[in-house]
């Protein structure tokens, strides 16, 4: 069921047995895996149903995050999938899915606070369970399952780099599929237009008693259960547990300074170009395009290993190939400088005077890819098809390589409540966030055995940009600010997502990663909703909880 909590009067109490902040990912899978448990479900959304009311997300002016104004969260029935946008063969409608690996899991001396407190193999069947949950066959995420007599994985050789395959999943699965599924349901009832403010605690401040949520200034309603999940998201999810300052001044589950630190992204960079040894392989590279197989999509790209996160003093980084032609250093200098100048208006940042120069140099060259893009469009992170010409080698000569970078966890990168106010009064976060220098010799380390990888293979040239061009700092893909560890004073949230020294307030979502690695977050979102809702009905199993309540029932007016 869906109710408008602005048709509520002032001051209404909804009470039921679990309560769910944000109908984003982590939040409809939880709500869905709850449906028929006999729970009364309620969700709260800060947007509509259809019109989002995201500027309500937006950081403060004043964050230091050098892409902080290009940052956005969707707020509305289905979160951020509302603008999944890549073009998997069916439309510009589906999103990315990979899941992070065993080394992502674990502790690497050389990033401090690194380790996640599940293990890998604990977490891994909840990977299987999120694959179905979005629709998907089982096929795997390595290339067995996606080669062909002419389209096999590349020849790499040693224990270094491995092909792995994102898929891709259809969005309309939340917004359509679940969305009718929790409309018919009985147990689980969205109020959207409910903005939530602050939390309520008990007098001993262990329990949390209500959510208070607001549709517009001066018109609040009252959100009771017995349990309470926050699943906004990266950024809403530490900006109210800050905000809620009754019994803890510093904010609940902040005993220890921890929430709004170890803040997290994935910046993409340039990563360099990879030259096949022989220009024919380009046609047998059809397994690193964006395209249908098999009636699923995928693509393939290169990873480091398990092993050598492990061994060496690197991060993790993705490279994900996308074919070229050459231009020449000064028209392909005057388009990567465009490229740049273009981002800088987009989020209305500072110009860079050099490189306006170098565009003006270059205007050929940003003459030529703007006419490739407009009548033989170029492949990008959300597009493929390039592998459907009879002969790619004849067009392409390179491959242009994009990392999606993992960012080690840093205490000092943080979210904190700023003084600006949104348009409902609540104080907008800022986001302090910063790579140095450590970071980035990381960066470095992960590329020089990407490289030392290929040329060890015999199968081309990957030359590394100097120095690193950070094409954006971020991918929307905030994590870590709600971190995970077992000890207190170490994390905000236990191995179960429980917020330490809070009997029943749990939270879902990527602010709980501890690493990210570089994959993106999604469908590990899902799997961590999947296994927050396993707990979840074990709780009300054996504990007596009333749970017999129709989802969200109105007490009081």
């Not at 999509?297 to 690197?314: F, I, Y």
Request: aromatic share 8%; hydrophobic share 40%; charged share 25%.
């Amino acid at each position: 069921m869906f109710v408008d909590t602005k048709t509520l009067d002032q001051d209404s109490v909804v009470r039921s047995g679990i309560c769910i902040v944000g109908s984003g990912p982590a939040g409809v899978a939880l709500a869905t895996e709850l449906l028929n448990a006999g729970i009364s479900v309620s969700i709260i959304e800060s947007g509509g149903l259809d019109k989002d009311a995201s500027d309500l997300g937006q950081p403060a002016k004043t964050s230091v995050f050098p892409d902080h104004r290009g940052i956005w969260t969707n707020r509305q029935f289905g979160g951020n999938g509302n603008l999944w946008h890549v073009n998997a063969g069916l439309g510009p409608n589906h999103l990315r899915l990979l899941p992070m690996t065993a080394a992502d899991f674990e502790a690497r001396p050389w990033i401090d606070d690194s380790g996640w407190a599940v293990p890998y193999s604990d977490f891994a069947p909840y990977y299987d369970r999120a694959q179905a949950w979005f629709d998907l066959d089982a096929r795997s995420y390595t290339p067995a399952d996606w080669e062909s007599a002419d389209t096999s994985a590349l020849a790499l050789q040693g224990t270094g780099v491995r092909t792995g395959m994102f898929h891709f999943a259809y969005k309309e699965v939340i917004l359509k599929t679940y969305r009718a599924a929790i409309n018919a349901s009985r147990d689980v009832s969205v109020y959207y237009n409910a903005t939530a403010t602050k939390l309520d605690m008990d007098k001993g401040g262990k329990r949390i008693t209500a959510v208070r949520a607001v549709t517009a200034p001066g018109h609040e309603v009252v959100f009771e259960a017995d349990m309470f999940v926050l699943a906004q998201g990266g950024l809403s999810t530490p900006q109210l547990l800050l905000a809620s300052t009754d019994r803890h001044q510093n904010g609940i589950g902040n005993q220890n300074d921890l929430v709004g630190r170890y803040f997290m992204d994935h910046p993409l960079l340039f990563g360099g170009t990879f030259t096949p040894a022989s220009r024919d392989l380009i046609d047998r590279m059809a397994l690193y395009d964006l395209r249908r197989i098999d009636g699923m999509s995928a693509m393939g790209h290169l990873q480091l290993t398990d092993e050598v996160l492990r061994q060496e003093q690197c991060v993790n980084l993705s490279g994900i190939l996308f074919p070229r032609r050459s231009m020449g250093a000064r028209r392909e200098a005057g388009f990567q400088a465009s490229q740049r100048l273009r981002a800088a208006m987009q989020k209305r940042g500072k110009f860079n005077i050099g490189d306006i120069f170098t565009a003006a140099k270059g205007v050929d060259g940003i003459g030529r890819q703007f006419y490739d893009r407009l009548f033989a469009p170029i492949s990008h992170l959300g597009i493929g098809g390039w592998s459907n010409r009879e002969r790619p080698s004849e067009e392409f000569d390179h491959f242009e390589v994009l990392h999606q970078v993992e960012q080690p966890p840093r205490r000092d990168n943080r979210i904190v409540l700023g003084k600006e106010r949104d348009a409902l009064g609540n104080r907008r976060i800022e986001i302090h966030c910063t790579w140095n220098d450590a970071d980035m010799d990381m960066v470095r380390k992960s590329q020089q055995i990407m490289a030392r990888e290929i040329r060890k293979s015999g199968i081309g040239e990957f030359k590394v940009q100097d120095p690193v061009e950070v094409k954006t700092s971020s991918t929307t893909h905030f994590m870590g600010a709600t971190r995970m560890h077992d000890d207190p004073t170490k994390g905000v949230v236990d191995s179960q997502c429980r917020v330490h020294g809070v009997d029943n307030l749990m939270i879902s979502g990527s602010s709980v990663f501890p690493t990210g690695g570089y994959a993106n977050p999604t469908l590990s979102i899902v799997a961590m909703s999947i296994r927050v809702a396993d707990q979840l009905k074990r709780d009300f199993r054996t504990s007596g909880l009333n749970s017999s309540r129709a989802g969200g029932t109105l007490v009081t007016a």
